[in-house]
């Protein structure tokens, strides 16, 4: 079975800042997908990245930079220079190995929700 | 830019009545799904569907529930008599290909059971 822990439930920060949402999980596969979502007040859920579990290259994009290490089973989210428009609930989700015709969904954790103060 | 539409966006239903909440998916979309998300916890699978049927289902998804899809755009998912413990956003999502690509989700629809 598959699981995504994000251990943060509550992290504030003041604008500016650089913060760092953690996320773990478990997978029996070899092969996989990791995502990130974000949930901003008004609920609906924003796509952010995806990422293959064979592709451990980091990656940043603007302020937003991701750090997947294979070998803790961790895909971390940094976001650089904290705005308050960042504040929301962030979810890491996990996706086992597809084949087509095999809608796998999505596992999701329980969110971080990140509060950036003016 | 394509997007996954979900409507109500809110409904208010007495327990025991039935609903249906309704989803336009991204046209050229295979893969369709249904997630629910408790105020304050997190994002649960409910079904998927593929091809005309439900690909898998959680423990969740009872025979309280059902999901269709009527015509070429449409993806339903209905509750027969719903519980207080049914209240939740549900979601509705899509997906292009099962193959490397990433679910886009709808708006969701905030049902309150009463």
């Known amino acids: 079975a598959q699981k995504v822990t994000q251990a943060q439930t509550e992290i504030s920060v003041v604008e500016k800042e650089d913060v760092t949402l953690d996320c773990v999980y478990e997978?029996?596969?070899?092969?996989?997908?990791l995502f990130w979502y974000k949930q901003p007040p008004s609920g609906e859920l924003v796509f952010l990245i995806r990422?293959?579990?064979?592709?451990?290259q980091n990656e940043i994009s603007g302020r937003y930079s991701w750090n997947f290490q294979k070998s803790t089973s961790s895909f971390n989210f940094t976001i650089t220079a904290s705005q308050v428009v960042d504040s929301a609930v962030y979810f890491c989700?996990?996706?086992?190995?597809?084949?087509?015709?095999?809608?796998?969904?999505?596992?999701f954790g329980s969110g971080t929700q990140l509060t950036v103060l003016p | 830019e394509p997007e996954v539409t979900q409507t109500p966006s809110h409904q208010v239903t007495q327990m025991g009545q039935e609903v249906i909440l309704r989803c336009v998916p991204i046209?050229?979309?295979?893969?369709f799904y249904w997630y629910r998300q408790i105020l304050g916890q997190k994002v649960e699978f409910l079904v998927s569907?593929?091809?005309?049927?439900?690909?898998?289902k959680s423990e969740i998804f009872d025979d309280q529930f059902s999901v269709e899809r009527p015509d070429g755009s449409n993806f339903t998912l209905k509750i027969r008599s719903t519980k207080l413990e049914d209240s939740a956003m549900y979601f509705c999502?899509?997906?292009?290909?099962?193959?490397?690509?990433?679910?886009?989700f709808g708006q969701g629809t905030r049902l309150t059971v009463v």
């Open positions: 997978t029996r596969d070899t092969t996989y997908y």
């Open positions: 569907f593929y091809n005309n049927e439900i690909s898998e």
């Open positions: 989700a996990l996706s086992e190995a597809e084949m087509r015709g095999s809608a796998r969904q999505l596992t």
């Open positions: 046209s050229n979309h295979l893969y």
């Open positions: 999502a899509s997906r292009l290909d099962s193959l490397n690509t990433e679910a886009f």
């Open positions: 990422r293959n579990s064979f592709d451990e």
